[in-house]
């Protein structure tokens, strides 16, 4: 196989790996054993321990030893440590965002809400067919809006934190309507009034409101 090969097949390994357990495809708490893995990513052994080690330096599996690696658990304390670190991130982009942001931005900014809004939509509507889609339109709205922060370091860890974040929301399927919607409509208008504070103030309820709703469907403990 050549290194180009190799290095494909690592990379797809990875991504549905990380992938199945933001989405909680694979469960908090299951083993992951390599052989089972083998089997259904069609990565070799040493591939896999790779990528296992790729994503414990991630914080999205924890390895125990000789006893091999596991899917990082969820805890409420955990879940809302990440959520306060969102908050800092996320705050601050959107700060530098508003600040620097041009013509280019304010459109990405529009375009991504309204994919979002419509799949908003659908969701009020019962249509709860393709839940992945909407965290997608939802991450894309929110990485819009820090878009023009001017900081790659900064939108690195942004994503990696968002991600987490997503992953509680994706275990406890927390949808909460109208609420979220308005918020999000909310967040569009005052990066194009370019009002920071009321930006950041809307993101804290916005991610407040999440925690609480995830926590209130019975998932995470």
């Not at 797809?12 to 089997?39: E, N, V, W």
């Not at 700060?95 to 041009?102: N, P, T």
């Not at 969701?123 to 922060?149: I, P």
């Amino acid at each position: 196989m050549s290194a180009d090969l190799f290095t494909s097949a690592g990379e797809s390994a990875y991504q549905r790996i990380r992938t199945d357990i933001i989405t909680g495809r694979l469960a908090p708490g299951r083993r992951l054993r390599l052989d089972a893995l083998r089997r259904d990513y069609g990565a070799s052994i040493s591939t896999l321990r790779e990528t296992l080690n790729r994503l414990v330096s991630e914080k999205l599996v924890v390895a125990e030893g000789q006893r091999g690696f596991e899917v990082s658990p969820i805890s409420a304390a955990n879940l809302r440590e990440i959520a306060a670190l969102r908050q800092l991130l996320e705050c601050h982009a959107l700060r530098q965002s508003f600040a620097q942001g041009d013509l280019e931005w304010e459109a990405r900014v529009i375009a991504a809400h309204h994919k979002l809004a419509q799949m908003e939509t659908r969701m009020a509507s019962g249509d709860r067919s393709d839940t992945d889609l909407w965290k997608r339109y939802d991450w894309q709205f929110h990485q819009a809006l820090v878009s023009a922060c001017g900081s790659q370091v900064l939108m690195h860890a942004h994503a990696a934190i968002f991600e987490r974040y997503l992953r509680y929301q994706m275990i406890a399927l927390s949808y909460r309507g109208a609420i979220a919607a308005a918020e999000h409509l909310a967040m569009k208008e005052a990066a194009l009034r370019r009002d920071a504070d009321e930006g950041c103030a809307l993101l804290e309820r916005h991610i407040a409101g999440g925690v609480e709703h995830a926590l209130a469907t019975g998932a995470i403990s």
